[in-house]
DNA sequence: TCGGATTCTTACGAAACGCGGACGGCGGGC
DNA sequence: GCCCGCCGTCCGCGTTTCGTAAGAATCCGA
């Protein structure tokens, strides 16, 4: 994975040493010597991290910081002068990732630079999400969506979902989602029975006529999901390991 | 120039070790076992550092850290006992400048006391940013803002904001809350729902309806950062641990 | 076609939950 | 010492959700 660096600064030395370190830090490195440059190059290059000299001739840093923010996602490093309390609030306000005051070690520089792109490329905020036909579903966010449109889900209802996304074109028995979704070993079955009703109000295109949850009489309810052109085509296969069920 | 050195563990074996090594390094070592002696230890000698246990009888050792910090300018390395990502990030949010996960070699710690009285000696305090849709945060600065406007939050507050920062899209249960934020494993968790209601007044702009912060029913409260041209605009998939569901 | 078993649908009471407001304690600053 | 901000706790209220019951509808085998 190697990240693109674009270093603005009008001091042809700091530029200098700054770009040979992270080159050798495995970067690809581009420089740009005043603003309406490092704007020219970020258009062209679409850099990963830009570290932005806060004195910059011509246009200021901040405004630069500003314009670079506006035209798409990059992280940006702060180069300041002065250690000075209101340079930092300054940089807060514009929205630097990180700040370092000069005079700086190239070397801090680096870790500053892995630190910050370690940070936002892993800005990632949510977990592997639980896919079937149109509907998407978040475990560590809690949240489904089917299609654009979010499902307004209960717990209950939202592990049910889950437990059926985990588990799909399998036939689960009452007793066998009583104790997986809700943990018990014994309780009224007619409970899941009228959740996977009211869980069917919700996803079902027409809820008397089920699509997504078959009900398998005689035993209990059955994911199907939808032959959907991103999904595989073949025959779903279970992917889980088989269930040892007690006999009822 | 030799360094003052407070070396806080409860267990003697460990504070022993440490200090000889530290000792044997150049630097001038004082000893506590408690968070209250620490205390009273770094008000005496004003250390330049603190090697301190997160896991201290009586007083937590995070909120050690935070008393040390409202004292002075003091350069923290927490010891941690699991090689916990979160308990990292607990640390960095108190603002401890490193860490060092047990078992650890007692060479390496020296190393790493160098290096952070190399970093905090050098150079002004200053460290990465948080940012989330407008607001931004700085652990080590302790401020926070939202666009351009200074939010003024208490401890607990600034701590909340920080943690539901690094962790955006995800719904954090109360008891997780309480852990990850307060360090206790027990306690109210109505003190949870009440610290997120006034946090929620200060960055809501309609604190009844929020918007930031939202409620997950029957589960607790996710921090979802409101659609900014810098986050893609479906969710991507994250290097995050892996997450079991209890099911209830 | 008939009958029993199974599932669907609706409704309702109870419990759980979140929220807002308020209160007392504690510690720091004046 | 006194005041003020912060924190943790508690209480009442409105809302959401859950589990169960009961009647209607459906399915399958005889």
Redesign the interface.
């Known amino acids: 994975m190697t990240h693109r660096v674009l270093v603005v600064d009008d001091d042809p030395t700091v530029a200098e040493v700054v770009a040979s370190y992270l080159d050798r830090a495995g970067f690809t490195v581009d420089r740009a010597a005043d603003g309406p440059a490092a704007l020219a190059r970020a258009a062209a290059e679409r850099p990963d991290l830009v570290v932005l000299d806060l004195m910059l001739p011509g246009l200021d840093g901040l405004e630069v910081c500003r314009k670079l ?2 035209e ?3 992280a940006v490093i702060m180069l300041t002068a002065r ?1 000075d309390e209101d340079d ?2 300054l ?3 514009v ?7 000069k005079p ?2 190239p070397r ?1 520089l680096v870790l ?1 630079v892995e ?2 792109l370690r ?1 936002t490329t ?8 639980l896919r079937g036909g149109s509907i998407s579903l ?6 489904a969506a089917q299609g654009d449109v979010e499902l307004s889900l ?2 209950r209802e939202f ?1 049910l979902l ?1 437990y059926f996304l985990r588990h799909p074109g399998r036939a689960h028995r009452r007793e066998e989602l009583m104790r ?4 018990w070993q014994f309780g009224d079955l007619s409970t899941v029975t009228v959740h996977v009703r009211r869980l069917r109000e919700k996803i079902e295109t027409d809820p008397a006529t089920p699509t997504l949850i078959t009900t398998v009489w005689g035993v209990g309810y059955r994911f199907d999901p939808p032959p959907d052109p991103d999904t595989s085509p073949h025959p779903p296969r279970t992917p889980d390991r088989p269930e040892q069920d007690p006999p009822l």
Chains 1, 2 share one sequence.
């Open positions: 923010r506006d798409g996602p990059v250690a930092r609030v940089g807060l306000e929205g630097a990732d990180d700040y370092v005051t700086f070690s801090e500053r630190s910050v940070r892993a800005r990632a905020p949510s977990g592997p999400l978040d475990p560590a966010a809690r949240r209960t717990i592990d889950a997986r979704v809700w943990g």
